[in-house]
């Protein structure tokens, strides 16, 4: 399982599978993930077609990525702060939802190869 939905779980309180699966199936609606951009074109820049990269994303060893924290952002309406730990500087990365409202924050860090929830 990936470290990016186990760490969403900790806090949306759903088991990791269902949030990979739920973050799937917004993606595969074609909802809007970033405004002013069609979803599908989003998902054809890994893959050839967003259908392989939903299906690739169901796979539980996947990881997951900006992509998914945007969803999930959409989904539950949290702002995501992703701490970035792989550079000295350690920058903070903040995903909101695309209509901009949320009610609430959660922070997790990414190493670059891993994440982790900010357990406060």
């Known amino acids: ?53 939903i299906n690739s994303m169901r796979s539980s060893s996947t990881w997951g990525g900006a992509i998914e924290i945007q969803v999930a952002c959409n989904i539950w309406k949290i702002s995501i702060h ?16 695309i209509n901009t409202h949320y009610e609430r924050s959660i922070d997790i860090y990414w190493t670059g190869g891993h994440y982790e929830p900010i357990r406060h």
């Open 82 to 97: 992703v701490n970035n730990f792989r550079d000295q500087n350690g920058k903070t990365i903040q995903f909101i939802p």
């Open 1 to 53: 399982m990936s470290c990016l939905f186990n760490s969403l779980s900790y806090f949306i309180n759903i088991n990791s599978n269902d949030i990979r699966q739920k973050i799937c199936d917004y993606l595969e609606q074609n909802l809007p993930i970033i405004d002013g951009i069609d979803t599908s074109q989003v998902l054809q820049l890994d893959h050839n077609y967003a259908s392989e990269y």
